[in-house]
């Protein structure tokens, strides 16, 4: 158990809907990572927040978005959604550089 | 931010030692390199990470030559358990204190007994 949390687990949708994925950091960790991982594709970088502030951004489409709150937990919107944003969607935390720990995913299926 | 290659997959048995490159032509001084394992399903796990030189944990070894275009994960004496999939990290902390993140394609480790 890495200390991440991930809700919900699983999410099945249809296309031209709207989700919103939630990420509950490790304690004291303040950074927060969402990556998409697309089936049997490696990860993929969408955005970092940092105590509330964007700190680094990805391969993320416009149709997403993110926040983190004053107590440090995120969501990830994704909005307009298509087949192909089906994926799994995880979320990480880290103190500072270095390591990230990972949540355990949600897993996005848009029918 | 320096792209990262990896081998696609690599096959091994038990008991051998696993030597998994990375290759980071482009890293720049203040990137760092780390290693994440992940199991089908799951999210990637922290193994390792270094600047240069080598690194050493209980669970393996990490290897960066004095140009660090390259880094080499070691894996002494694999089991079936390590079966995974391995992705090679380049990170960089800039000055402004944002965080640029690179993830390689992933190195698919299969052990057979």
């Known amino acids: 158990d890495s200390g991440v949390t991930q809700t919900p687990k699983h999410l099945i949708t249809a296309t031209g809907q709207r989700v919103t994925l939630r990420c509950s950091p490790r304690?004291?960790?303040?950074?927060v990572y969402w990556y998409q991982q697309s089936l049997d594709q490696g990860l993929q970088f969408l955005i970092q927040y940092y105590n509330g502030e964007e700190r680094a951004k990805g391969n993320i489409l416009e149709r997403f978005s993110a926040q983190q709150f004053p107590d440090l937990h995120s969501e990830l919107n994704l909005s307009s959604l298509e087949l192909g944003d089906s994926a799994l969607y995880f979320c990480?935390?880290?103190?500072?550089?270095?390591?990230?720990?990972f949540g355990p995913g949600t897993r996005l299926t848009v029918l | 931010l320096a792209k990262t290659t990896q081998p696609i997959s690599m096959d091994s048995y038990e008991g051998q030692e696993v030597n998994i490159t990375c290759s980071h032509n482009?890293?720049?001084?203040?990137?760092?390199i780390t290693w994440y394992q992940q199991f089908p399903s799951q999210g990637p796990r922290f193994i390792i990470q270094g600047y240069k030189t080598k690194v050493t944990n209980e669970v393996a070894s990490l290897f960066i030559p004095a140009d660090r275009k390259s880094s080499t994960l070691s894996l002494p004496r694999v089991s079936l358990s390590d079966t995974a999939v391995y992705y090679c990290l380049v990170g960089r902390f800039m000055d402004t204190g944002r965080r640029a993140l690179t993830f390689g394609s992933g190195t698919r480790l299969q052990v057979q007994p």
């Open positions: 990480a935390s880290s103190q500072t550089t270095g390591e990230q720990f």
């Open positions: 304690s004291g960790d303040l950074s």
């Open positions: 482009n890293i720049a001084t203040n990137d760092y």
